[in-house]
């Protein structure tokens, strides 16, 4: 017990790594939409299939059980979309943009392009 406790007291912190661009955020966020429409189509496809054999045969246990399977895949591919919306929000809340910024330059105020990194926050 006593090595638990002293090997988590004095273990190294783990440095995260470099934090994710506007680019990176929207890269994550196509391929989460995209599997989220792979595993999408992939239950609506088997419980089509799984309907059309029960209504071509009279039915049968593995049918129904394709169907019920078909659905609870359909479900799984819901934490998919709305992780590719978070991820979407993120970037579009973190972007570089160029703000006009006033100069003093002989006694008179001139407006220069500059680039920033605007952070949005919703409240």
């Known amino acids: 017990m006593l090595l638990i406790l002293s090997s988590s007291s004095f273990s190294q912190e783990v440095i995260p790594s470099q934090p994710y661009s506007r680019d990176d955020y ?6 989460q939409k995209t599997t989220g429409w792979i ?3 992939g239950g609506v496809a088997l419980g089509t299939i799984s ?3 029960i209504l071509t045969n009279s039915g049968s ?3 129904v059980l394709g169907i019920c399977l078909g659905g609870v895949i359909t479900i799984f ?3 998919f979309f709305n992780a590719a919306v978070h991820n979407k929000e ?3 809340r973190l972007s570089f943009k160029n703000e006009s910024a006033p100069l003093i330059q002989k006694s008179s105020f001139i407006y220069r392009s500059v680039p920033s990194l605007t952070l949005k926050i919703t409240l």
Do not use: G, H, R
């Open 26 to 31: 929207l890269k994550k966020s196509k391929e």
């Open 39 to 41: 595993v999408f189509s």
């Open 51 to 53: 309907a059309i054999t």
């Open 61 to 63: 246990y593995t049918s």
């Open 77 to 79: 591919s819901v934490p």
């Open 90 to 92: 993120k970037a579009i």
